[in-house]
């Protein structure tokens, strides 16, 4: 008897192995079928621009780059219809590479505005570190003269 019951049990072992395994196929179809569908219903967004961007371009940009410049475009001409304001945690969306607004960005891009972007905060930043270097060795220069009339003083006050 002992024998019929490892038998079975063994069997029902296989069973639920087979089982696993076609359970196993059928998961990882579903779920490339889900990406599709939402690939699909994404909208053009800051991804689809940068993807865009880089096929026309062939330069490669990260996010935070590409929203600062429509953020520029938004803020000082008007490019883009976005009000920007601090907060505002709205996503940009465009109905595809055919939009205006894309279309802008795309010329904005090619014209070189995000590598001039990215030279002037350069350049700023080294001026600002100048004048902080600057304002670090007058300080210096102050505290040396201070140093110097108070040992003189010191001097002159030893010789009464």
Do not use: Q
């Amino acid at each position: 008897m002992a024998k019929k019951t490892a038998t079975v049990v063994e069997d029902e072992v296989e069973e639920l192995e087979e089982e696993e395994v076609e359970l196993e196929e059928e998961a990882p179809a579903k779920a490339t079928k889900g990406k599709a569908a939402d690939a699909a219903d994404a909208p053009f967004g800051v991804r689809a621009l940068i993807a865009l961007i880089k096929e026309k371009t062939n330069k490669e940009y990260k996010p935070r780059e590409v929203r600062t410049l429509l953020r520029k475009l938004a803020r000082e001409d008007g490019t883009i219809d976005r009000e920007i304001v601090p907060g505002n945690k709205e996503r940009y969306v465009w109905t595809g590479p055919a939009d205006p607004e894309v279309k802008a960005v795309l010329k904005a891009v090619k014209g070189g505005e995000i590598e001039a972007a990215k030279k002037a905060a350069l350049d700023k930043l080294k001026a600002d570190k100048a004048a902080k270097d600057a304002a670090k060795a007058k300080a210096a220069k102050v505290a040396e003269k201070k140093a110097a009339a108070a040992a003189a003083a010191a001097d002159d006050e030893d010789e009464d």
